[in-house]
C-alpha cells in the first residue's frame, strides 16, 4: 500500500478526452512530461466512458464538445459511476451556459483552452484534491449557480435535524461554511491554520457522514442551511 505522507506519492492518474488527435496528444505529452501518469486517452464520448471505468483515472481532462455522447453525458455517467472521480473540463467554450451545464454533471472545475500549459498543469494538481478549478471570472458564476440549486427543493436526503442522524463536529462545520463561500482548500487551510491534507480529511468525513457525493451536493447543502451566509 502506497504511504501517501512519503516522498515516494504515488503520481496522479489522468485520462485526456478530447476529438481532435493533435490537440489530445499534446495534452497527453505535457501532463506525461511533468510527472503525470496518464492511464488513457479517447476521442469520442463512448470510448471516454469504456476507458475511464477500465483505467481508473483520478482525474479526467474532459472536452464537451465530442461525437457519439457529449461531454456532460459522459461526465454524469462516469461521475455517477465513480463520485470519487474528479473531473476538469477543458474547452474552447467560455458560454456560461455551458459552464454551469457541466458544474451539474458532476465536473470539480472548467478551464478554457486559452489556458497556459503551466495553468492547466496546476488545474489537474488542484483538481486531483478536490479544489474547485476555475478559468477567472467564471468563479463567481459557478457560486451563483450553486445558490439558485439551493433554493430549489431538494430530493429527499439525509437530515441532521432529525434524531439519530450524523452530527458535524464544530471544526467540521466550520470548513463546510467555507467551503460554501467558495474558497478553496488551500484558502481554507491558511485561514485555519491547518493543512491542506487535514481540510480534505474533513470534507471527506462529512461528505460521508452526510452521504453526499461531491462538491456541488456539499455547497448546496452548506447553502440551504445558511451556513455562507454565517
Not at 114 to 134: I, K, M, N, Q
Request: charged share 25%.
Amino acid at each position: 500500500m502506497t504511504d501517501t505522507t512519503g516522498a515516494e506519492q504515488a503520481p496522479i492518474k489522468v485520462m485526456v478526452v478530447d476529438d481532435h488527435p493533435m490537440w489530445r496528444d499534446a495534452v497527453a505529452r505535457d501532463l506525461a512530461e511533468s510527472g503525470f501518469d496518464v492511464v488513457a486517452t479517447a476521442g469520442d464520448g463512448e470510448q471516454a466512458v469504456r476507458r475511464a471505468k477500465a483505467a481508473a483515472p483520478d482525474v479526467l481532462v474532459l472536452d464537451l464538445n465530442l461525437p457519439a455522447k457529449p461531454g456532460v453525458q459522459v461526465c454524469k455517467e462516469l461521475v455517477g459511476h465513480n463520485p470519487a472521480l474528479r473531473v476538469l473540463v477543458l474547452s474552447a467554450s467560455g458560454e456560461h451556459a455551458d459552464v454551469l451545464e457541466a458544474v451539474k454533471s458532476g465536473a470539480t472545475g472548467y478551464l478554457l483552452k486559452s489556458a497556459s500549459t503551466e495553468e492547466l498543469l496546476d488545474a489537474v494538481r488542484r483538481t486531483a484534491v478536490g479544489d474547485p478549478v476555475f478559468t477567472p471570472g467564471l468563479a463567481g458564476l459557478v457560486l451563483g449557480e450553486y445558490r439558485r440549486l439551493a433554493s430549489e427543493p431538494a430530493p429527499a436526503a439525509q437530515d441532521t435535524d432529525q434524531p439519530g442522524a450524523p452530527q458535524l463536529t464544530d471544526r467540521e462545520t466550520e470548513v463546510l461554511r467555507l467551503v460554501a463561500k467558495g474558497l478553496s482548500y488551500k484558502q481554507i487551510a491558511e485561514r485555519l491554520v491547518i493543512s491542506h491534507r487535514t481540510v480534505q480529511n474533513h470534507v471527506q468525513n462529512t461528505l460521508g457522514k452526510l452521504q453526499l457525493h461531491n462538491r456541488v451536493e456539499l455547497v448546496r447543502y452548506a447553502i440551504e442551511r445558511g451556513l455562507d451566509d454565517e
